[in-house]
């Protein structure tokens, strides 16, 4: 059913009406829910990528899974220490072979209050709950791009009102890490087949805020939800009133309004304000320590440069070519001018750090020396004693390109930079016809099998997510063995092993490993952040400045 209207809680609002309304909103209808609310009890950011949908099953980027996760509750959920605890499940038991999972269900979970749910505005979520939401995020009339979460799964039911059921095809350890996803978010039916398409903009969840209004481009507010079910210390949760986002385009804007009070949260550096904000070495500028506080930890993302490797024209077809490269410039000198010490170089191998399988393997550090005899060999093989290779990358990253054009060209390679939107790179990496692409992957779960599944051959574009088109049949040995491995230690040295092989063969060019790094007003307490940046603003409250 679409509307030409946004519907809040079955009110019907104009969009200008909306864009009029937004302050006496926020304040007269908060002030009736809460007697001693004020603005130091919003938490205000910005999101300059925009928000496309607040519907969990499309909860596809950061920019839409932060509301989200305010908004909604799965199954399980991550710890800041990137830990499996319960959510909405209170407890849960594998078969013995590791291929069913019976989650049990809290009986004090209640969705966002909507008049479609009668008399009380509301009700408990059920284990039906989450089978129609696994039903609904593998349905081909929704086209959720969280589907995937749910390949390995056989079948699902609801058991009864508070026994929720799983079978996996095969027994895959890191599974449960992947139902911390905010696409396994539970919806209520009554609700998403009232709105349609239209849930994206009218969510109803079980999280610690409920949605208040949404001016798409303009603004966002989320309101405390007051039935929600966690506590901290007896105390219930949340603490903050509302959640204000904004949407200004660039991040020199977000940085001028973080600075000057009106937001409480910058995300990430940007090439913009990095030179002001942060000295060389990357600690805060003191001249903003007064007013700020910089966190950051390892982030579970790691930066790279792809080689497509079954088109044999490339030049990068040859192993010392790629080896050359790899070993012939300066990671660490990168991170310090071009992000101002914000990363760690990647001379470790892919697995990034942050996860317990990392483990300090010797990968490409530099070594110019090294780097020439690999070229040497590489033009007595082929004959070509001034190799030409391209990069294709978006704009954001041209910099870390020009970079180490200038370190090949010291090697005595010739880099050619073709920039291009993000949109048209990620068509030429599926279609193999970048001889090297810039990519990232930024982990769904904490697992490094996320990270080695990108070089296991059956996972091949465009089919899966092997933009290389790497194929090694030990390789792929030791993938098929990790999966089916339950002991954790044990897996890790699978992965450990896996690695190894990557950095003997050289499909890619690790750049760095990054690091999550927020800056926030200094009167902003109980802020965390994890390794995969997913932020949580439950337990954060606010002092008055």
Same mark, same amino acid.
């Given at each position: 059913m679409k509307k030409k209207f946004l519907d809040y809680n079955g009110i019907l609002v104009s969009k200008n009406l909306l864009l009029k309304c937004i302050l006496l909103l &926020? &304040?007269? *209808?908060? $002030? $009736?829910?809460?007697?001693?609310? +004020?603005?130091?009890?919003?938490?205000?950011y910005n999101e300059h990528s925009n928000i496309t949908s607040l519907d969990p099953a499309f909860a596809k980027n950061q920019a839409n899974i932060w509301p989200c996760n305010q908004l909604f509750n799965g199954l399980v959920q991550l710890d800041? #220490? &990137? $830990? @499996?605890?319960?959510? @909405? #499940? $209170?407890?849960?038991?594998? *078969?013995?072979?590791?291929? +069913? @999972?019976?989650? +049990? &269900?809290?009986?004090?979970?209640?969705?966002?209050k909507h008049k479609l749910f009668g008399l009380d505005s509301t009700r408990t979520v059920r284990a039906q709950d989450f089978e129609y939401s696994f039903n609904r995020l593998i349905s081909t009339e929704v086209v959720a791009p969280g589907k995937w979460v749910l390949n390995n799964v056989s079948s699902f039911r609801a058991l009864n009102d508070s026994v929720f059921q799983l079978k996996l095809k095969e027994a895959f350890p890191p599974f449960l890490g992947l139902l911390t996803m905010k696409y396994c978010a539970v919806v209520p039916q009554e609700i998403?087949? %009232?709105?349609? *398409?239209?849930?994206? *903009?009218?969510?109803i969840g079980t999280g610690p805020f409920y949605f208040k209004l949404w001016v798409e481009n303009t603004k966002l507010v989320l309101r405390k939800n007051e039935y929600y079910y966690e506590k901290e210390k007896g105390e219930k949760l949340p603490y903050l009133e509302a959640i204000s986002i904004t949407f200004l385009p660039d991040k020199q804007s977000e940085f001028l309004q973080l600075i000057q009070g009106n937001l409480d949260m910058l995300s990430g550096i940007d090439a913009s304000f990095k030179d002001d904000i942060l000295k060389r070495d990357g600690q805060l500028n003191p001249k903003y320590g007064q007013q700020i506080k910089m966190l950051s930890k390892p982030y579970l993302n790691t930066e790279y440069l792809g080689f497509f490797m079954e088109n044999s024209k490339y030049p990068t077809a040859n192993i010392n070519l790629r080896k050359a490269i790899n070993y012939g410039f300066d990671r660490k000198k990168m991170i310090r001018f071009l992000r101002n010490?914000?990363?760690?170089p990647a001379i470790h191998g892919f697995i990034p750090k942050g996860l317990p399988s990392f483990n300090h393997l010797k990968g490409f550090d530099y070594q110019p020396k090294l780097a020439k005899e690999y070229l040497d060999k590489y033009s007595k093989e082929t004959g070509n004693e001034s190799p030409l290779? !391209? @990069? !294709? +990358?978006?704009?954001? %990253?041209l910099d870390l390109c020009e970079f180490i054009q200038q370190e090949m060209s010291n090697l005595g390679i010739t880099i050619k930079i073709d920039v291009v939107p993000g949109t048209v790179l990620k068509e030429l990496k599926k279609k193999g016809e970048a001889p090297i692409f810039r990519a990232s992957w930024i982990a769904d779960y904490p697992d490094a099998e996320n990270y080695l599944m990108l070089f296991y051959s059956k996972n091949f574009t465009p089919n899966g997510a092997n933009y290389t088109h790497f194929k090694n049949e030990v390789f792929d040995s030791l993938y098929e063995q990790s999966i089916a491995t339950v002991t954790a230690k044990k897996r890790h040295k699978l992965y450990q092993k896996m690695d190894s092989i990557l950095v003997v063969n050289a499909p890619m060019i690790p750049l760095y490993y990054d690091e999550v790094t927020v800056f926030i007003q200094k009167n902003v307490t109980n802020f965390t952040i994890n390794a995969i940046n997913s932020l949580n603003l439950k337990r954060v409250k606010k002092t008055i400045p």
């Amino acid at each position: 059913m679409k509307k030409k209207f946004l519907d809040y809680n079955g009110i019907l609002v104009s969009k200008n009406l909306l864009l009029k309304c937004i302050l006496l909103l &926020l &304040l007269i *209808s908060c $002030k $009736k829910q809460s007697k001693n609310f +004020t603005d130091d009890q919003v938490f205000r950011y910005n999101e300059h990528s925009n928000i496309t949908s607040l519907d969990p099953a499309f909860a596809k980027n950061q920019a839409n899974i932060w509301p989200c996760n305010q908004l909604f509750n799965g199954l399980v959920q991550l710890d800041d #220490a &990137l $830990k @499996i605890q319960p959510d @909405i #499940a $209170k407890k849960w038991n594998f *078969s013995e072979d590791g291929k +069913t @999972i019976n989650f +049990t &269900l809290r009986n004090d979970v209640y969705f966002h209050k909507h008049k479609l749910f009668g008399l009380d505005s509301t009700r408990t979520v059920r284990a039906q709950d989450f089978e129609y939401s696994f039903n609904r995020l593998i349905s081909t009339e929704v086209v959720a791009p969280g589907k995937w979460v749910l390949n390995n799964v056989s079948s699902f039911r609801a058991l009864n009102d508070s026994v929720f059921q799983l079978k996996l095809k095969e027994a895959f350890p890191p599974f449960l890490g992947l139902l911390t996803m905010k696409y396994c978010a539970v919806v209520p039916q009554e609700i998403v087949e %009232y709105y349609g *398409s239209e849930f994206r *903009s009218n969510p109803i969840g079980t999280g610690p805020f409920y949605f208040k209004l949404w001016v798409e481009n303009t603004k966002l507010v989320l309101r405390k939800n007051e039935y929600y079910y966690e506590k901290e210390k007896g105390e219930k949760l949340p603490y903050l009133e509302a959640i204000s986002i904004t949407f200004l385009p660039d991040k020199q804007s977000e940085f001028l309004q973080l600075i000057q009070g009106n937001l409480d949260m910058l995300s990430g550096i940007d090439a913009s304000f990095k030179d002001d904000i942060l000295k060389r070495d990357g600690q805060l500028n003191p001249k903003y320590g007064q007013q700020i506080k910089m966190l950051s930890k390892p982030y579970l993302n790691t930066e790279y440069l792809g080689f497509f490797m079954e088109n044999s024209k490339y030049p990068t077809a040859n192993i010392n070519l790629r080896k050359a490269i790899n070993y012939g410039f300066d990671r660490k000198k990168m991170i310090r001018f071009l992000r101002n010490g914000i990363g760690t170089p990647a001379i470790h191998g892919f697995i990034p750090k942050g996860l317990p399988s990392f483990n300090h393997l010797k990968g490409f550090d530099y070594q110019p020396k090294l780097a020439k005899e690999y070229l040497d060999k590489y033009s007595k093989e082929t004959g070509n004693e001034s190799p030409l290779v !391209t @990069i !294709t +990358t978006n704009a954001q %990253y041209l910099d870390l390109c020009e970079f180490i054009q200038q370190e090949m060209s010291n090697l005595g390679i010739t880099i050619k930079i073709d920039v291009v939107p993000g949109t048209v790179l990620k068509e030429l990496k599926k279609k193999g016809e970048a001889p090297i692409f810039r990519a990232s992957w930024i982990a769904d779960y904490p697992d490094a099998e996320n990270y080695l599944m990108l070089f296991y051959s059956k996972n091949f574009t465009p089919n899966g997510a092997n933009y290389t088109h790497f194929k090694n049949e030990v390789f792929d040995s030791l993938y098929e063995q990790s999966i089916a491995t339950v002991t954790a230690k044990k897996r890790h040295k699978l992965y450990q092993k896996m690695d190894s092989i990557l950095v003997v063969n050289a499909p890619m060019i690790p750049l760095y490993y990054d690091e999550v790094t927020v800056f926030i007003q200094k009167n902003v307490t109980n802020f965390t952040i994890n390794a995969i940046n997913s932020l949580n603003l439950k337990r954060v409250k606010k002092t008055i400045p």
